[in-house]
């Protein structure tokens, strides 16, 4: 019986993830910024917890890609983390347009954003479409 209850306990502690994470628990949360387009991600692929102050109704996310100065965003609406690499499912902010992405951390405060498939990632500016390459690089703001 005790030899039955020991593997039991072992088998416990095997499949239990202790402390061991893939990624650094601040590794994909926080403020991201691309100046050359003017636009920024607010994230935290670990708790999912990311209010949009201005969309509420949408509730905590992992996060969104957004332009300064607008109301239009990105919504981030699953995240998964593997690695120095979050695999990224998102949607505009209307519900038309969707898309899969990773982000890669290159380094402790630089990110690369790369678009896999889906819709044109675009973002308004001065009352046009702004159309986004899909590759971006963010770096890390406190």
Avoid at 32 to 52: C, G, P, S, T, W
Avoid at 99 to 124: I, M
Wanted: glycine residues 4%.
């Amino acid at each position: 019986m005790k030899r039955i209850a020991l593997l039991f306990f072992i088998f416990l502690l095997s499949s239990c993830p202790i402390g061991a994470q893939t990624a650094d628990s601040t590794a994909f949360k926080g403020y991201l910024y691309n100046a050359e387009y003017d636009v920024y991600m607010r994230i935290n692929f670990h708790q999912k917890d990311v209010v949009i102050s201005w969309e509420e109704m949408y509730g905590p996310q992992p996060g969104y890609l957004a332009k300064s100065n607008t109301s239009y965003c990105w919504i981030v609406t699953d995240a998964e983390i593997d690695g120095h690499k979050a695999r990224l499912e998102m949607v505009n902010d209307y519900g038309s347009d969707d898309l899969t992405a990773t982000l890669t951390q290159e380094n402790d405060s630089v990110y690369t954003f790369r678009q896999t498939s889906g819709s044109t990632l675009k973002v308004p500016k001065k009352d046009k479409w702004q159309k986004l390459p899909t590759s971006l690089t963010f770096k890390r703001r406190k």
